[in-house]
């Protein structure tokens, strides 16, 4: 059993839970994903017609939408995996990142000071990162490294 711990690659618990913070706060990571599974409707691509006239573009346009769709999708669903498979603490502090109650309020939830409350939180954000890489082939791996 040592052996295998040993070929695993140590992780910065509080780069990682920054690392958590970034991909869930960032507008260019999962709120842009997030926007692109909740505007996108797939039901009105439409499909691609044929003119008989040369066309100036290559590639079928719908058909990478749709790939960004399906990306972004999978990824907005691993996060709801991720969520609803954490702890309690977890889905706590992951409606405080995301704005839906402030830290007063989670604090008030989990029954923690201040102190003990970003404890907590950094172990959540860790367990987060760890739930989320093995839920689909396209989640991240939101762990740092040493």
């Known amino acids: 059993m040592e052996d295998i711990l040993l070929e695993m690659p140590r ?5 990682t839970a920054d690392n958590v913070v970034e991909f869930l706060q960032n507008r260019s990571y999962y709120p842009r994903l997030y926007n692109m599974c909740i505007q996108a409707n797939p039901e009105m691509l ?9 066309s100036g573009s ?3 346009s719908n058909e990478e939408k749709m790939v960004r769709y399906l990306y972004a999708k999978s990824i907005v669903d691993g996060v709801k995996q991720t969520y609803n498979k954490g702890s309690k603490e977890l889905k706590v502090i992951f409606n405080n990142i995301l704005g839906d109650i402030t830290a007063i309020e989670a ?3 989990l029954h923690y ?4 409350y970003y404890s907590i939180r950094k172990r959540a ?5 760890d739930i ?11 762990h740092v490294y040493c």
Do not use: W
């Open 107 to 109: 604090m008030q939830m």
């Open 46 to 54: 439409q499909s691609p017609s044929m003119s008989g006239m040369p």
């Open 132 to 142: 989320l890489e093995v839920q689909n082939i396209n989640c991240p791996d939101l």
């Open 113 to 116: 000071e201040k102190s003990r």
């Open 58 to 60: 290559i590639g079928n």
């Open 11 to 15: 992780i910065d618990y509080d780069k």
């Open 125 to 129: 954000l860790n367990e987060f990162a």
